[in-house]
């Protein structure tokens, strides 16, 4: 886990930029440096649109994904 992290207020894992409905754990989400959450132990992730999904008890970090678009030829963040 990163040094100098932050408490992530809601236990955001990730925001949806379009739908307004967010991931969340069960447990306490903390954003380090270079934007990565993190998260340690076991727990259920929610979201509004889908059934919570279990994570087993282990090391969790989770970043912003990002798509090519061909046509534009840029590279953009994937939205929710």
């Not at 739908?19 to 259920?44: K, L, M, Q, S």
């Not at 649109?49 to 008890?57: D, G, I, S």
């Amino acid at each position: 886990m990163a040094k100098n992290r932050k408490k992530v207020p809601g236990r955001i894992l990730a925001d949806g930029e379009l739908t307004g409905h967010a991931h969340r754990a069960a447990v306490d989400v903390y954003i380090g440096p270079d934007n990565t959450r993190e998260f340690d132990g076991e727990t259920e992730i929610t979201h509004e649109e889908h059934k919570p999904v279990r994570l087993e008890n282990k090391k969790w970090a989770s970043a912003q994904v990002n798509e090519f678009d061909y046509l534009t030829k840029m590279v953009r963040p994937v939205q929710d």
